[in-house]
């Protein structure tokens, strides 16, 4: 997650307690997966407040791969031979080609067809416990609605569970050119404003220390600055690294939209979200792949009058954002 | 390749010998192939890996398969 603001050199206290206020996540190293679908984990986690997961260091073009989104949704994307092997329901990957060599299957935790003596539970965890049993390693993140009860940490202290930090780092960027925008001109208008593609490219050249002032005729790189452009004298950029949940990132945009509260220079500011790239999901429940990159992401601007563009980016093997 | 399609070299980091290139969408096979089959230069044996490629600059940010915990 990043957040870039033009004409800012130093981050008001406000932001800077949101930012500490991230929260921390979980790595838990070989977690077996029926652990998931077991009901105290569901009655302590899944049904109090919003549960995330996803395993750690699997590709989602090669291994197997699952994650527990916050609507007790708990999705595996599996291999043929993992799938075969497992007998549990699923359909095949929308991203296969004619031989399918991949499956979804999603359990839904919340289902009230899923209590602990029914048949869908006692087959879902005799699959996942003795038929195929599935370990991985997992991230973890919890956000707890206020309930009392265990946390994470407490709950899996038998499995080797550490608590994480996101990485965060600032930077202040100075002389930086900066298109021109206008909140109302999506496509820009000439010699007055930049387009949202202008823009979001310029974001992604900031963002990767990219130099914005090539000449045409320079023999290394083509790209420049979008015009119409200004010098800002300096620059906030801040990046936040690690298994981030939204409801974190709600309370950041908000913040966001505070700083606009008192007069300020800038007239926007942005902030982008990425998503895993191998992650079984993006944008609600789609089907994620990876192909070449796998890209899912999201970028705000956000103007002085409270105005946003959202911009959101994914690759080939994805469905079209909501 | 960088003849025939126009290549910028966006940036390169000496440090970390990692560089971003931008081609067009329809030189993409052939920059990336020129580049897996470059062995070597100037008499020097190389190697080039591709961390990630993307159509959008920004996905370049963040990677998170290069995340480590």
Redesign the interface.
């Given at each position: 997650v990043?957040f870039l603001i033009p004409e800012c050199g130093i981050l008001p206290e406000v932001l800077k307690s949101t930012i500490a206020d991230v929260g921390e996540y979980y790595?838990v190293r070989n977690l077996s997966i029926h652990e998931l679908v077991s009901h105290e984990f569901i009655d302590a986690f899944v049904k109090k407040g919003s549960c995330y997961a996803l395993t750690?260091n699997t590709?989602i073009d090669q291994d197997n791969t699952a994650a527990l989104l916050p609507n007790g949704k708990l999705i595996l994307s599996v291999d043929k031979d993992t799938y075969e092997e497992l007998g549990l329901q699923g359909r095949p990957s929308q991203y296969s080609g004619k031989k399918v060599m991949r499956y979804i299957i999603t359990i839904d935790l919340t289902d009230s067809g899923f209590h602990p003596d029914s048949k869908k539970h006692n087959r879902v965890l005799w699959a996942l416990k003795e038929k195929k049993p599935l370990e991985f390693d997992f991230l973890l993140a919890w956000y707890n609605t206020g309930a009392e009860g265990s946390t994470l940490k407490s709950y899996f202290s038998k499995n080797q569970i550490?608590a994480?930090k996101p990485k965060i780092t600032f930077s202040t960027l100075r002389d930086l050119q900066c298109p021109v925008l206008q909140s109302n001109e999506l496509q820009g208008k000439p010699e007055e404003s930049c387009s949202t593609e202008e823009l979001?490219?310029w974001?992604?050249?900031v963002?990767?220390?990219?130099?914005l002032d090539n000449k045409s005729s320079s023999f290394?790189?083509?790209?420049c600055c979008p015009q119409p452009s200004t010098i800002v004298e300096k620059a906030f950029l801040c990046t936040i690294?690690g298994f981030i949940i939204p409801e974190k990132i709600i309370q950041l945009l908000e913040q966001l939209c505070c700083y606009f509260g008192d007069p300020k220079l800038a007239s926007w500011l942005t902030l982008?979200v990425?998503?895993?790239?191998?992650s079984p999901v993006s944008w609600r429940e789609s089907e994620h792949g990876f192909h070449?990159?796998?890209?899912n992401?999201y970028?705000f601007v956000i103007f002085r009058n409270l105005d946003y563009w959202l911009q959101m980016?994914v690759?080939t093997n994805d469905d079209c954002p909501p | 390749v960088g003849a025939a399609l126009?290549v910028?070299?966006?940036?390169y980091e000496e440090k970390t010998l990692s560089a971003?290139l931008?081609v067009i969408s329809g030189g993409l096979v052939k920059l990336w192939s020129a580049l897996t089959l470059l062995g070597s230069y100037q008499n020097r044996r190389c190697a080039f890996r591709v961390l990630?490629?993307?159509p959008?600059?920004?996905?370049?940010?963040?990677?998170?398969?290069e995340?480590v915990?």
């Open positions: 990043s790595l750690y590709k550490r994480l979001f490219e974001l992604g050249a963002l990767n220390q990219v130099s290394l790189s083509t790209y690294t982008t990425h998503g895993f790239a191998d070449k990159g796998g890209e992401l970028n980016a690759g | 126009p910028d070299v966006l940036t971003i931008r990630q490629a993307s959008f600059l920004l996905a370049l940010s963040g990677n998170s398969r995340l915990l």
